[in-house]
């Protein structure tokens, strides 16, 4: 929930609603929301009415998550209709609030948080959040901006140097597979080949999910820790005339994750 609030301002933009719901009663929530400064709506469901009518319930917790949904989220229209969902198995994973709007609105959900300087192009760094949580997925972005007339292969190619973004591994964060665009396919008349190909602007994504396990956790003391993420963009530029010696660029993206709220509600309003 908290995620969500730093979505806000972009998701109205495009006139979508933000709501929440709560297996808390409404004391709960409120103790909740005035502590975070949430002012999007939240719904309790003590009695996990709501949460069950939406076949979200997470049967299998037990404890003090016995009733409450499994997290994701609803992406509605204005007519009501259920466009898309995103909903992780596990409770303590989760994509944020900005890291949805990168998948519906790309051109809204990523901030650009560096420019790199690229022979042959413009790049762009861009991530969904510049702060989280354990648990939480991420997405991660390359821009890339061609002149015209010069293209970069895409993966595929055969014979040539396709473009790659390839982020280093490390322990704290999980990466999924990198995310590349449609691409085109450019026939090349001297040598008569059809390649695939990417022209002017085009965006790379990859999600990563900060680490979950009880270690990273202890780490994060009070104030948290600032992770540094680093890769490179590997790819070879060419125009009309000439292919370009390939080339590499390093990347980097920083990531202030903090500790989860584990402030618990005053005992008079606590679940019986």
């Not at 690229?118 to 997405?139: C, E, F, M, Y």
């Not at 190619?157 to 450019?186: C, F, H, N, T």
């Not at 790379?204 to 890769?231: P, R």
Request: aromatic share 10%; with cysteine.
């Amino acid at each position: 929930m908290v995620q969500l609030q730093s979505a806000i301002p972009r998701f109205e933009k495009q006139g979508v609603k933000l709501a929440a719901i709560s297996y808390d009663s409404e004391e709960i929530l409120k103790y909740f929301a005035d502590r975070h400064k949430i002012e999007y709506p939240m719904l309790a469901d003590p009695d996990s009415k709501i949460i069950q009518a939406y076949d979200v319930l997470n049967a299998e917790a037990t404890g003090m998550q016995k009733g409450f949904a499994r997290p994701g989220y609803f992406y509605i229209d204005t007519d009501g209709i259920i466009r898309e969902k995103f909903f992780e198995a596990k409770y303590r994973e989760r994509l944020t609030g900005n890291s949805i709007i990168s998948k519906l609105f790309p051109e809204l959900g990523q901030e650009v948080t560096d420019t790199v300087e690229a022979p042959h192009l413009q790049l762009a760094l861009q991530q969904s959040d510049r702060a989280s949580v354990p648990g939480t997925r991420i997405t991660l972005a390359a821009e890339v901006r061609l002149p015209p007339d010069v293209h970069v292969y895409a993966p595929g190619a055969q014979g040539y140097k396709p473009i790659r973004l390839v982020i280093d591994e490390m322990k704290e964060m999980e990466l999924k597979p990198a995310i590349y665009p449609q691409s085109q396919i450019l026939y090349l008349p001297a040598i008569k080949e059809r390649v695939p190909v990417f022209e002017g602007t085009f965006r790379i994504s990859q999600d990563g999910k900060v680490s979950s396990t009880s270690e990273f956790w202890g780490s994060l003391g009070k104030d948290g820790k600032l992770l540094t993420i680093t890769g490179r963009l590997e790819y070879q530029a060419c125009d009309k005339t000439i292919c370009y010696l390939p080339a590499s660029v390093p990347v980097k993206w920083q990531l202030q994750v903090f500790p989860l709220d584990r402030t618990r509600t005053p005992v008079n309003i606590r679940h019986k």
